[in-house]
């Protein structure tokens, strides 16, 4: 069966910190894994996704995420967090040429001056 | 170039009324999904539509019926709402493997 888990509900981080945000998947076929962010009141943006090639991908606002598919994780990165980067990140699994996502439960991040 | 809109923003209903939830896009997508966002939960997948002309099933159907208009829109409507269908609704549409999403729909059934 497919899943995401996202195993911190919620992260606080003070503004400069580095930050990591786990992902782990289980999936039957080759998965598309994605990173997306949302801002309160808003909908869900694309960070980041990843599908095949070199492990470490970079995306937009400086985040990152490196696949490792020996421990089914993806894990996203940011050196130095920014008060605005306070938001709910999700991380979202799928087929490549399927038609269904699965999305994980969510990690609140909330950045402290 | 508006991306996706959805309509209305917000609505409170009663136990037993029926509403539909607009969604478009104007990026000329094959792809539309119906999600729905609850606390702790994540995103849940309704409906989703690969074509014009097509609808399936996803993870949580149960009380919802979808109408693929035509390609820039697809519709979501609950006939009978029930408070468990309180939630926040997210329409998305898919260029290749990347979805993206309208500002949702709040929908309060008490």
């Known amino acids: 069966a497919q899943s995401v888990t996202q195993p911190d509900i919620h992260i606080t981080v003070s503004e400069g910190a580095s930050l990591e945000l786990r992902c782990n998947y289980s999936y039957g076929a080759t998965p598309y894994l994605f990173w997306y962010v949302q801002s309160p009141g808003q909908g869900l943006q694309l960070l980041l996704k990843y599908f095949s090639g070199d492990t470490l991908v970079q995306g937009i606002k400086g985040f990152e995420a490196e696949f490792k598919r020996s421990q089914s994780s993806f894990n996203l990165r940011k050196p130095s967090v920014h008060w605005s980067d306070a938001a709910e990140y999700f991380c979202a699994v799928g087929a490549i040429a399927g038609n269904q996502f699965y999305f994980g439960t969510g990690t609140s991040l909330t950045v402290i001056p | 170039n508006a991306g996706v809109t959805q309509t209305p923003k917000f609505q409170v209903l009663k136990t037993g009324q029926s509403m539909t939830l607009q969604c478009a896009q104007d990026?000329?997508?094959?792809?539309m999904y119906w999600y729905r966002q609850d606390p702790g939960m994540g995103l849940r997948l309704i409906y989703y539509s690969a074509s014009e002309g097509t609808t399936d099933k996803g993870e949580v159907p149960n009380g919802y019926n979808v109408s693929r208009l035509n390609k820039r829109e697809f519709s979501l409507r609950l006939e009978s709402a029930a408070p468990s269908q309180t939630s926040v609704y997210f329409c998305a549409s898919r260029r290749e493997e990347t979805q993206y999403f309208g500002p949702g729909t709040r929908l309060l059934v008490l």
């Open positions: 990026m000329n997508h094959n792809s």
